[in-house]
């Protein structure tokens, strides 16, 4: 998925906060009066890795923090750069650490945030959001995550964990604004007969109380582009999910301007009787391929 280049986008600000963090290790490091190199032969490293994480071309870890505030006569500010490599690690989360454990505990996680919301805004340009998943669409999702993350095989208990998160949908003090292109009814992501299936189920979340659903046809004019997904919690945090890592956002600057994003998008979106017109034109198209597919 292709972030936009934008210097406010969530992708930008982790570098910035990279660089940022970097920047302060060569500060201590030239006021200790040590050469990049010197540096790096008094930790055995090689020079290289000095130099890329001054210049946030790498993230360091823990102890790189510890020995490189040792190093260069600077303990005291030990805590206070590892409180920016938290937060910078907070931001941008690997998909490999973030599911080590497996695909069920993440679920567990958002249930967790799931619970304390009373606001989500949603935009998806490509996947149906999880929220309104059939499972054997979450399968099909969670199924291509494990494969190309290569993570331990608990897609059935995802699955479920995700089945059991979509009860919130039902609960009167909760809005949800789901906003989808039509591209994302249309990609081939699971069977043609499992598509179908979702589609339907579409067609009934529209209609639920306490459910907004606005879908952007092919033909409409877009005011903003469609650059990737994300999801607003309140006006408190922002998920954005990429091939690699999930961004998890939270400076107020950010979360306004995902907001303002999504209400341009909202804007040209069709809802109502007109989205599922748009559903179901989607369902006709695809009906004779799941009916040849014997799906």
């Known amino acids: 998925m292709t972030l936009p280049p934008n210097n406010t986008s969530g992708s930008s600000n982790v570098h910035e906060a990279r660089s940022a963090l970097g920047k302060r290790l060569r500060e201590l490091r030239q006021a200790a009066g040590m050469s990049g190199r010197q540096l790096a032969e008094s930790l ?153 299936g979702q589609l339907d189920r579409l067609v009934s979340l529209s209609q639920l109380p306490h459910v907004r659903f606005g879908i952007i046809g092919f033909e409409t004019q877009y005011v903003i582009s469609p650059w990737h997904g994300f999801w607003i919690y309140d006006n408190e945090r922002v998920l954005v999910e990429t091939l690699s890592a999930e961004l998890d956002l939270r400076q107020p600057q950010e979360v306004r301007l995902y907001g303002s994003a999504f209400e341009r998008l909202a804007a040209v979106a069709d809802y109502g009787r007109a989205a599922r017109a748009i559903i179901n034109r989607v369902i006709e198209d695809l009906a004779p391929e799941a009916s040849e597919d014997g799906s």
Request: include cysteine; glycine fraction near 4%; aromatic fraction near 8%.
């Open 44 to 196: 055995s490293w090689p020079p290289s890795k000095v130099s890329k994480l001054e210049n946030g071309r790498q993230t360091p870890a823990d102890d790189d923090i510890r020995k490189w505030a040792r190093a260069t006569g600077a303990e005291g500010e030990t805590e206070a750069l590892l409180a920016s490599l938290h937060t910078l690690e907070v931001q941008h989360a690997e998909w490999q650490r973030v599911l080590r454990a497996g695909l069920k505990p993440h679920q567990r996680e958002l249930i967790s945030w799931d619970q304390r919301t009373r606001l989500f805004r949603a935009f998806e340009a490509t996947v149906i959001p999880g929220l309104l998943q059939t499972p054997e669409y979450a399968r099909a999702r969670f199924a291509e995550g494990a494969r190309r993350l290569n993570l331990p095989h608990d897609i059935d208990e995802a699955v479920k964990e995700r089945v059991r998160r979509q009860e919130i949908l039902y609960r009167s003090d909760k809005r949800f604004h789901f906003v989808l292109t039509e591209a994302a009814l249309r990609f081939r992501l699971c069977a043609p007969g499992a598509m179908l």
